[in-house]
């Protein structure tokens, strides 16, 4: 049966494929392709890991005291019976002979289409064997685990192995943690839809720098589709079509094949340098979450990497944070890639949505983490861990030996926070100084995201030689709605009137006193906004490398002056969002 599921847009195009069902607390579990050679060894596998927990249950069973309370005994008769039963391991054959699915990968997948069943039966007791079924599951994954090759990837890994005949997948989950999404980066997986989720979450803009459809804040996609499902992604809309009639298929693969021309022509901007009609020469700088990913900015034109969210760089540890060798290869990888660009390190931004762990937004929720976007994030973070930042400012330090660095704080609120980081940077010199290790100019800057910081400005400006404005928590803090929540998404407006004012003066009072600046968050990277930021006076633009040439179509097409003379106007109009769409389009070009 057809149906639809909404959600909200997240990544742009139509993917098209089949269902992925990933339970978020087996999100981690590798998943790759297996050759056609490699079949039979793969299930061989399996059953070994079968077999293995068979063994344990056994002799647990055995173990048990004469006076173990007999629950404990017909608990363990389930599990084998559960195990042993030819729904799991056997039914998962299939994966993977017709899917060419890992072990691991099968299996949970197996686990998703019985989970399914047992939430639809009728008899309590039997609904909640569901609990003892992912047990077992859990049980055979270890043992699966720990017969792994050295060689093979591990348990996180999330491995691309192209053959020929495989059906685009397209992963289904609850929730995904940003520590996992950053995981699929190199993944089998050409889509993605969640049910938590809202357009600048983390897990939402690290798919967004996938640039493959996604769709998150779904609410209930991974309860309603099945492992298997034929599904298309409306990035573009928002939908999810589930089952689609031929009709409907068709129709999409025909917008697929448009938007992929689309792409193709737009991608033939990527050495034209961007400047408007009335010759300003704009920035158009990349975002990234790791080193690897200055390859796709450089592919799209960037003239910089206007953010580094090195965060990402301490996720997936298991609790151990990168040591500061670990962390200037990395910058210095980055460094080197760009080739004398500016590269903008941010100092690591954890906390809120953003868990060194991989907690995903629903399990932070579980936890009763009081307000975590109000916490102990970000800057307030490094300074409480004063080694740890020195080890992360060193690293910076070092890497701009190579090349063009600038150091940028997160979620800055006070003018102490700025002097207590200088006094920190003024220690760091001291001992590269005394240890004879080579370092550049860097220019420090601050990120304008808290509503404080932006009335505060020409105080902070005085301290700083640039900022750069993250509107994705300007606009969280400004109209206290939390990003990562979908109850309060369509309240998450970049036109309030709040919004504009604050990015307005922000603009003009760095422009007056000549001071850098850009803006990185989500709005930069949105070509319906683009007008409205050059005629506030915007000349730098920080986001995903993919949004590069549809951002620069637009400044190729703009007048900045006459853009600025629409402004006063939007700021004043109480409907900012249709003024701003009147005003800009009359004044643009075509
Ligand atoms: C922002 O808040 O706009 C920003 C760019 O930072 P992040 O999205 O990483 O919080
Ligand atoms: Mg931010």
Request: with cysteine; proline share 5%; aromatic share 6%.
């Amino acid at each position: 049966m057809s149906f639809q599921v909404f959600g909200i847009s997240v990544s742009r195009g139509v993917a098209i494929g089949r269902a992925v069902l990933v339970a978020s607390s087996r999100v981690d579990v590798a998943h790759y392709f297996v050759s056609p050679t490699e079949v039979e060894t793969e299930y061989n596998r399996l059953l070994q890991a079968r077999d293995a927990v068979s063994q344990e249950l056994q002799s647990l069973k055995a173990d048990l005291p004469p006076d173990a309370p007999h629950e404990l005994d017909a608990l363990l008769d389930v599990h084998l019976l559960l195990l042993n039963d030819e729904a799991l391991v056997d039914a998962a054959r299939q994966w993977i002979q017709e899917r060419h699915y890992n072990a691991e990968w099968a299996l949970s997948a197996q686990l998703e289409v019985l989970a399914r069943q047992f939430d639809e039966m009728e008899d309590d007791y039997l609904r909640e064997r569901k609990a003892d079924l992912e047990q077992v599951v859990e049980r055979v994954l270890s043992a699966l685990a720990h017969a792994q090759d050295k060689g093979a990837p591990g348990a996180a890994a999330v491995v691309a192995r192209d053959f020929a005949g495989e059906d685009p997948l397209l992963l289904v989950a609850a929730d995904i943690a940003p520590a996992d999404m950053i995981q699929f980066k190199r993944s089998v997986f050409q889509g993605f839809i969640t049910d938590i989720g809202g357009k600048t979450s983390h897990t939402a803009i690290v798919a967004r720098s996938m640039d493959i459809p996604a769709v998150v804040g779904t609410r209930e996609a991974s309860r309603l589709i099945r492992q298997d499902d034929w599904v298309i992604i409306d990035g573009d809309a928002g939908t999810v079509i589930v089952n689609p009639s031929p009709i409907v298929l068709e129709e999409y693969r025909f917008r697929q094949r448009q938007s992929e021309l689309e792409r193709a022509r737009l991608a033939r901007l990527r050495h034209t340098p961007a400047i408007t009609l009335d010759g300003q020469r704009i920035e158009l700088h990349a975002n990234i979450e790791l080193p690897g990913d200055t390859a796709a900015a450089l592919d799209s034109g960037a003239t910089g990497v206007g953010l580094f969210r090195s965060e990402f760089l301490f996720m997936n540890r298991n609790g151990e944070l990168p040591s500061e060798d670990e962390q200037f290869a990395a910058y210095r990888a980055a460094v080197e890639a760009m080739r004398g660009m500016p590269v903008t390190i941010r100092t690591v931004d954890v906390g809120a949505d953003k868990p060194l762990d991989r907690m995903s937004v629903n399990e932070l929720r579980h936890e009763h983490v009081l307000n975590p976007s109000m916490g102990l994030r970000a800057i307030r973070w490094s300074l409480a861990e004063p080694s740890m930042f020195r080890q992360q400012l060193r690293a910076i330090y070092r890497a701009s030996a190579f090349g063009h660095v600038k150091l940028l704080l997160p979620m800055v609120a006070h003018l102490s926070e700025i002097k207590q980081v200088q006094e920190a940077i003024r220690r760091v010199k001291q001992q590269l100084d005394d240890a004879g290790q080579p370092y550049g100019l860097v220019e420090l800057g601050v990120m304008v995201e808290v509503p404080a910081a932006a009335l505060m400005l020409p105080m902070l400006l005085r301290h700083v030689d640039f900022i750069s404005i993250g509107t994705n928590d300007l606009i969280q803090y400004t109209l206290a709605i939390d990003r990562a929540d979908e109850a309060v998404a369509h309240l998450y407006d970049p036109w309030h009137p709040a919004v504009l004012h604050l990015l307005a003066s922000s603009i003009s009072q760095a422009r007056a006193a000549g001071k850098g600046v850009s803006v990185c968050g989500e709005m930069a990277g949105d070509a319906l906004f683009t007008d409205l930021l050059l005629g506030m006076g915007l000349n730098c633009f920080s986001m995903h490398p993919s949004q590069i040439p549809s951002v620069k179509q637009r400044v190729l097409r703009a007048d900045t002056q006459r853009l600025a003379a629409a402004i006063p106007r939007i700021l004043e109009s109480e409907e900012p969002g249709r003024t701003a769409l009147d005003a800009l389009a009359s004044q643009r070009l075509h």
